[in-house]
C-alpha cells in the first residue's frame, strides 16, 4: 500500500510539473468532444435553417455566438457590441434575354447569364467572335465599345474560375459585352442552367450596389443552338475559325452582326453581422493575434422535399464551434492569471459562402489597427475526412502558414509534434492547386494586407455543400485535435517574446 500511494504521489508530481512548464496543454483539455458536439447541435440545427447570411436562421447563429462571449466574460469590441454590421446587397436576375430576331430566349434556358449589372434597357451592339479569346486572337480585331463572342470548354463549376483570363482580356480591349459558347449538348448546357437558377435566384451578395456605368457587365452563356440563331452561322464555322493559324485571319473573316439583350436586376439590402469577442493582452497587449471561422452557410434549397436544408456542420460549423471553444480555454487560463501577452480578437465572420464578406469588410474596416495585428488563424472545415484519408492517420490539411512568415511555418509544425503530432498535409499549400484555396476561405482578407495567416482545413468530401453535411457525420475526436492544434499554435504567437517575422512577400 505505501508502494502504491509512493508511485501515485510521483505521478501526481509528475503532471503538476508538467502543467507548470505546460500550462497550453492544461487549458487546451478544455477543448473537449462534448463541448463540441453541444455547440455544433445548436448551429447546425434544422432550426438554423442552413444560416444563409442575412437569413432568420444566421442572426440566430449571431446571437448565440454573442451569448457565448458574453459568458467568458470577453470585452465587446465593437462601441460596446459584439455585433459589428455588414451591409451587404443582394443582386437577383429579373428580365434578362437574348434577342434573335422574332426569336426571344430566356434566362436559364438556352441562355444564362452570370453577372450583377443592370444594363438599364435593351442593348443592341456590333459583335465580333474571338475564338478562344486569347491575346492573339485579337490581332486583327477590334472590340472596343463591342460585344465579343468566344468559345469554350463544356460547363462545369470547375472552368468558371478558368474563365476569368479570356473575360478579362476582352474587357482589357474594351468590349461592352462578353457571349460564351460552351462545347457541349443543349441537354448538358440545360442541366448546368438549372443549377446554376437554384444558386442566383436567391441573389448573389455583394458589399458595393452595382453600378450601371460599371465596365463589368457580367457575361452571358448561350448553348450552341441559340448561338447558330443569334449570330446567324453554324457551330462548325466558328469552331474551323477559331482552329485556325492567327496568320490566316479567319476570325476577322466571321461576320457575326448585331445582337440584343437585356439585363435586369431585383436589388435589395441586406443586413448582416461579423461577430467579435476581444480579450486584451498584458505586456504586448498592443499586438492582436486574431482567430476566425464563418458562421454563414448556403441555406435552404429551393422546392419542397424530405430534406432541404444546407445545415453546414462541418461547413462551417465545425471550425465556428472551434473558435469558441478555443475562447472557453484562453478565458479560463486569463481567469486563473495566465492570460495571453498579446491581445486575442476571436471572430466569426459572416458571408464566406458568396464571397468572403464579412472579412473583407473587416479588413477595410478594422476594429484594430491592421498594422498590430499579428497572424489570422482561420478554421474552415475541420470536423470531416475527406477520400484521400480514409483510414489513414489523423491529419489536417494546413494552407498558408510558409507564405508570409517562415516563423509561423516552424511554430504551427513544432506546437503539433509536441502536442496533437497531426500528419499535416501541404497538398492544397500550392498557389497553384486548381482549387487556389489559399483565395478562397477568410484568411485572404489578410494575407492580402500583408499579415501572416495559417488556414487548417479538412478537405473536400462527398457531402461539401450538400443537405447531408450534418451533425452525425462529424467526427467530435478528430475535430477535437485539431481544435487544440490550432490552440496551440494560437497560445504560441500570442505569448512569446517577439513579434512573427514577415519576411516574404
Not at 448582416?272 to 434549397?301: C, P, Q, R, W
Not at 489523423?394 to 516552424?410: C, M, P, R, T
Request: glycine fraction near 8%; aromatic fraction near 10%.
Amino acid at each position: 500500500m505505501k508502494k502504491l500511494s509512493s508511485l501515485l504521489l510521483l505521478v501526481l508530481t509528475v503532471q503538476f510539473s508538467w502543467s507548470q512548464e505546460n500550462p497550453a496543454a492544461k487549458y487546451a483539455s478544455l477543448i473537449t468532444t462534448a463541448d463540441l458536439k453541444d455547440n455544433l447541435s445548436i448551429l447546425a440545427s434544422d432550426a438554423l435553417e442552413g444560416r444563409k447570411t442575412g437569413t432568420r436562421g444566421q442572426k440566430m447563429a449571431a446571437a448565440f455566438i454573442s451569448n457565448h462571449f458574453e459568458q467568458l466574460g470577453l470585452t465587446a469590441p465593437v462601441n460596446g457590441s459584439y455585433y459589428m454590421p455588414v451591409d451587404l446587397y443582394s443582386v437577383a436576375p429579373a428580365d434578362i434575354y437574348v434577342k434573335a430576331g422574332v426569336s426571344k430566349y430566356s434566362n436559364f434556358n438556352e441562355i444564362m447569364y452570370y453577372g450583377s449589372a443592370d444594363s438599364d434597357g435593351e442593348i443592341v451592339a456590333d459583335i465580333v467572335f474571338v475564338g478562344k479569346g486569347r491575346e492573339e486572337d485579337y490581332a486583327n480585331l477590334i472590340v472596343k465599345d463591342k460585344a465579343v463572342a468566344l468559345q469554350s470548354d463544356p460547363l462545369s463549376f470547375s472552368i468558371m474560375s478558368g474563365l476569368r483570363k479570356p473575360v478579362a482580356l476582352a474587357r482589357e480591349k474594351g468590349a461592352k459585352m462578353v457571349f460564351i459558347i460552351p462545347a457541349g449538348k443543349p441537354d448538358e448546357f440545360k442541366t448546368f442552367a438549372a443549377q446554376m437558377q437554384g444558386f442566383l435566384s436567391g441573389g448573389n451578395l455583394t458589399l458595393t450596389k452595382p453600378d450601371p456605368t460599371s465596365p463589368n457587365k457580367g457575361i452571358f452563356f448561350l448553348n450552341q443552338t441559340a448561338a447558330e440563331k443569334v449570330f446567324n452561322t453554324t457551330a462548325a464555322k466558328l469552331a474551323a475559325a477559331a482552329a485556325a493559324e492567327p496568320a490566316k485571319k479567319m476570325l476577322a473573316k466571321v461576320k457575326l452582326g448585331k445582337v440584343s439583350y437585356q439585363v435586369a436586376m431585383n436589388i435589395t439590402a441586406v443586413k448582416s453581422e461579423n461577430i467579435l469577442g476581444y480579450m486584451e493582452g498584458t505586456d504586448k497587449k498592443d499586438e492582436l493575434v486574431v482567430i476566425t471561422a464563418h458562421f454563414d452557410h448556403i441555406g435552404k434549397n429551393p422546392g419542397e422535399g424530405k430534406d432541404v436544408i444546407n445545415n453546414g456542420a462541418d461547413d462551417d460549423g465545425s471550425g465556428t464551434v472551434s473558435v469558441l471553444q478555443m475562447a472557453k480555454a484562453f478565458a479560463q487560463a486569463k481567469k486563473d492569471g495566465k492570460g495571453p501577452r498579446r491581445s486575442i480578437l476571436f471572430m466569426t465572420v459572416t458571408g464566406e459562402e458568396q464571397g468572403l464578406f464579412g472579412s473583407e469588410y473587416y479588413s477595410e474596416h478594422p476594429v484594430f489597427p491592421l498594422a498590430n495585428t499579428v497572424v489570422d488563424i482561420n478554421i474552415d472545415m475541420i470536423g470531416r475526412r475527406d477520400p484521400e484519408h480514409k483510414d489513414k492517420p489523423d491529419y489536417v490539411y494546413v494552407i498558408g502558414a510558409d507564405k508570409l512568415s517562415s516563423e509561423l511555418q516552424e511554430i504551427n509544425e513544432r506546437t503539433n509534434r509536441e502536442n496533437e503530432k497531426l500528419e499535416f498535409d501541404y497538398t492544397y499549400n500550392d498557389e497553384n492547386h486548381p482549387t487556389n484555396l489559399y483565395k478562397r476561405s477568410d484568411h485572404w482578407n489578410f494575407a492580402k494586407k500583408g499579415i501572416p495567416i495559417v488556414f487548417f482545413f479538412d478537405g473536400i468530401h462527398e457531402d461539401y455543400h450538400q443537405v447531408s453535411d450534418e451533425i452525425s457525420k462529424i467526427e467530435f475526436d478528430l475535430l477535437a485535435k485539431r481544435a487544440k492544434t490550432a490552440f496551440h499554435t494560437a497560445w504560441e504567437v500570442a505569448n512569446r517574446e517577439g513579434r512573427l517575422i514577415v519576411d516574404k512577400k
